[in-house]
């Protein structure tokens, strides 16, 4: 019996810290492709602009 409550109390901790990391995943993931969206679309539009330049 004794055996059984350790095992439940590891994988609830188990279970707890997993889910802290897929939490802490999922804002780094979100976060970097937030700011790499905009690095994007911010060397796109410099880009553009120094062609266009360079065209005329």
């Known amino acids: 019996m004794k055996r059984q ?3 439940k109390t590891s994988f609830k901790s188990y279970l ?3 889910f802290v990391f897929f939490v802490f995943f999922l ?6 492709f937030f700011y790499i969206k905009e690095d994007i679309v911010n060397e796109s539009v410099d880009k ?3 062609n266009t ?4």
């Open 27 to 32: 804002i780094c993931s979100f976060t970097f």
């Open 16 to 18: 707890k810290a997993m």
């Open 53 to 56: 330049e360079k065209q005329t």
């Open 48 to 50: 553009v602009l120094m």
């Open 5 to 7: 409550e350790i095992y």
